[in-house]
């Protein structure tokens, strides 16, 4: 098991960044998939972003591809998101999951542990 602590969340225009953090804690981080996920009011939580393990494969859903960028610091047991050119359907509250092993996957289901989210609001 592994506690997860989201940070970085805020309200930012419309084409602007923000970047969350994902801070773990334990000494196996770096054995765990790592998944970004987001829940507008009124929705269904939906896949952002997946890394595998060591950070060699990513995973993206379509409407956030080539706008947002995983990626993972092992060293210090944290996981990124960086969100460029923000819409404001991108606001919702983001969570990031954690799933031991080598895979990583785009269903909620498959993740064990989570946190307990940031909020991301863009306005128009």
């Known amino acids: 098991q592994v506690q997860l602590v989201e940070s970085g969340g805020g309200l930012v225009q419309a084409g602007g960044s923000l970047r969350l953090s994902c801070a773990a804690s334990?000494?196996?981080?770096?054995?765990?998939?790592m998944g970004w996920f987001r829940q507008a009011p009124g929705k269904e939580r939906e896949f952002v972003a997946a890394?595998?393990?060591?950070?060699?494969?990513?995973y993206y859903a379509d409407s956030v591809k080539g706008r947002f960028t995983i990626s993972r610091d092992n060293a210090k047991n944290t996981v990124y998101l960086q969100m460029n050119s923000l819409k404001p359907e991108d606001t919702a509250v983001y969570y990031c999951?954690?799933?031991?092993?080598?895979?990583?996957?785009?269903?909620?289901?498959?993740?064990?542990?989570w946190g307990q989210g940031t909020q991301v609001t863009v306005s128009s």
């Open positions: 999951a954690a799933k031991g092993g080598i895979y990583y996957s785009s269903s909620a289901q498959w993740y064990d542990d």
């Open positions: 334990g000494r196996t981080f770096s054995t765990y998939a």
């Open positions: 890394i595998s393990w060591n950070g060699g494969g990513s």
